[in-house]
Nanobody, 130 residues
């Protein structure tokens, strides 16, 4: 499995950015894909997740109402639209995908969290200036 991530950059407080991730190598559409993020000196945390087979989505409480994850199954691509960005959103964003770690596991440290995820894209930096 390969994940090719793009997007990110520098934006002012209240601005918007978009991240994209193209997945290849999964044998079926029964997998979970989304983004984790990691702020400086903090542990990696789940930001958003989508179940490809049915399009259901999950979000961290801190991004609900501001971030939207969507998929283009024909292109095997997911997009994270991030609006009303805040300085606390600053960090490295990693596209992640796994066939077994369900989306509901991505937001609580324990079984199925980032340490159990098997496929990762290259981190992309998101910087929100105050």
């Amino acid at each position: 499995v390969q994940l090719q991530a793009s997007g990110g950059g520098l934006v002012q407080n209240g601005g918007s950015l978009r991240l994209s991730c193209a997945a290849s190598g999964f044998s079926s559409d029964d997998y979970y894909i989304g983004w984790f993020r990691q702020a400086p000196e903090k542990e990696r945390e789940g930001a958003s997740c989508l179940r490809v087979s049915d399009g259901s989505t999950n979000y961290a409480d801190s991004v609900k109402g501001r971030f939207t994850i969507s998929s283009d199954n024909a292109k095997n691509t997911v997009t994270l639209q991030m609006n009303n960005l805040k300085p606390e959103d600053t960090g490295l964003y990693f596209c992640a995908a796994d066939a077994f770690s369900r989306c509901d596991m991505w937001f609580t440290y324990g079984i199925g969290h980032y340490y159990d995820i098997n496929s990762w894209g290259k981190g992309t930096l998101v910087t929100v200036s105050s």
